[in-house]
């Protein structure tokens, strides 16, 4: 069992940034990925960025890279989201979630924040 709270949402314009967290208690997570998903409206959940907790070792989707930076902090047990440059496109709900493994497919991870709203304006 793995609880996660978001915090960081809002409203910004184009070209500003943005951090998110997301504190895990509740099991060990060293055999764990936390990984950052958003989902626009009508749309599927899509892949943003996941790291490993033991390893630290990241990994990104192709329209984010550059400008998003995910990290962890070992002693708060909390995992962040970078948001930079951002873009209306980047505008949904942003939601992270715990898996045993390293995947980029929302379906097979476990465990689920309670998701914050990111809209970025023009």
């Known amino acids: 069992q793995v609880q996660l709270v978001e915090s960081g949402g809002g409203l910004v314009q184009a070209g500003a940034s943005l951090i998110h967290s997301c504190a895990a208690s509740g099991r060990t997570l060293s055999s764990y990925a936390i990984g950052w998903f958003r989902q626009a409206p009508g749309k599927e959940r899509d892949f943003v960025a996941t790291i490993t907790w033991s390893g630290g070792r990241t990994y990104y989707a192709d329209s984010v890279k550059g400008r998003f930076t995910i990290s962890r902090d070992n002693t708060k047990n909390t995992v962040y989201l970078q948001m930079n440059s951002l873009k209306p496109e980047d505008t949904a709900v942003y939601y992270c979630?715990?898996?045993?493994?390293?995947?980029?497919?929302?379906?097979?991870?476990?465990?689920w924040g309670q998701g914050t709203q990111v809209t970025v304006s023009s």
């Open positions: 979630a715990a898996s045993v493994n390293v995947y980029t497919d929302y379906r097979s991870y476990n465990y």
